[in-house]
């Protein structure tokens, strides 16, 4: 296991060195740049010029990446272009934001789509079937940003049950000690904030849910009913072990795998930024900070929040490869 661990974590150098690079190459490569952003309508060869020179932009892009790949390896992230704080500060600032969205949309996706999915397999060809997998359809086939809006518009404007932009509300006095709002108010006490946070979550945990939550529901069916045709389950039934330990057991334990590798590649990109639910619902975090940083070229910012990203995103599935020997114990890590 340690040895496997340790491999893994040596994979993820030559990964994110072959990253960092294509990344570096084509946002410099992108019209225009972040002189554009700043100058505005002020633009004029002579202040570009100055601002490029200023920031280095004028040197060969050899020469910039090895300044890049220098600053990371010695911690600094740089400093954004827009805000003039380091990179490594603006993230620590909304990656709380972006944890708590992915775990609302987990909870809901994964609490709602296994038991759905599982449903939908035990029940096959009914009613309940056929509306499961018509509703996953649909799940991924709407676009988020569009269900984001309906539901904004439905449930927080014309029926006012939410709140409709925001993490929290801007009057509450809250107290702030790890930046995840919700445990923040559990922490103090403060359970008018702790509440206010929670319901600022519903409605973009349930459009950034959408798409998660119709794949483990098809992924979950699938897996069932590959899971039930196995000779052990029907051995089980024959020996009359009562259906909550044949579901649990038999199938649920071994149709999980493929779901929990699902789960794992979902968390990786939910975490990855929600650019488009953030965006929508103005919610604090790394997504619509990489939109902002997308418009002003700000390439330290956008370098910085990918390369971190990148190491979540690889962690997340080396939990969940190590996962594999726990669900399974035919399964062993090697």
Not at 39 to 51: D, Q
Not at 274 to 286: D, H, K, P, Y
Not at 323 to 330: F, H, V
């Amino acid at each position: 296991m340690f040895r496997f661990i340790v491999r893994r974590l040596l994979q993820l150098i030559p990964t994110l060195f072959g990253l960092s690079l294509l990344l570096f190459v084509w946002l410099h490569r992108l019209p225009g740049g972040p002189e554009t952003a700043i100058l505005g309508e002020r633009s004029t060869p002579e202040l570009r010029a100055r601002i490029r020179e200023e920031m280095g932009l004028d040197q060969p892009i050899w020469v910039q990446y090895g300044r890049f790949m220098k600053r990371v390896l010695s911690g600094d992230l740089g400093t954004s272009i827009g805000t003039k704080r380091p990179v490594t500060t603006e993230f620590l600032e909304r990656f709380p934001g972006t944890v708590e969205l992915t775990i609302t949309a987990l909870i809901i996706a994964v609490g709602i789509g296994i038991p759905l999915g599982y449903i939908a397999a035990r029940r096959r060809g009914t009613w309940i079937d056929q509306l499961s997998v018509g509703g996953a359809l649909l799940g991924i086939c709407i676009p988020v940003f569009f269900l984001g809006y309906i539901v904004k518009e439905v449930l927080a404007v014309n029926f006012g049950w939410f709140p409709t932009t925001g993490r929290q509300d801007v009057t509450i006095d809250a107290t702030r000690v790890t930046g995840f709002f919700v445990l923040d108010g559990l922490l103090t006490r403060e359970w008018d904030a702790a509440a206010d946070a929670i319901m600022h979550l519903i409605l973009p945990g349930i459009v950034l849910a959408s798409i998660p939550l119709a794949s483990i529901v098809r992924i979950t069916r699938a897996s069932v009913l590959e899971v039930v045709q196995e000779d052990y389950v029907r051995t089980a039934e024959a020996k009359g072990l009562t259906e909550q330990t044949v579901r649990s057991r038999h199938i649920l334990r071994n149709a999980m795998l493929p779901v929990a590798t699902t789960i794992g590649l979902l968390t990786g990109s939910l975490l990855s930024g929600a650019v488009l639910t953030e965006t929508v619902f103005a919610f604090s975090g790394i997504g619509a900070f990489i939109v902002e940083a997308i418009d002003r070229r700000d390439y330290p910012v956008l370098m910085g929040f990918i390369m971190i990203v990148a190491v979540i995103y690889v962690l997340v599935n080396l939990l969940v490869d190590l996962s594999y020997s726990l669900i399974d114990p035919r399964v062993r890590v090697r």
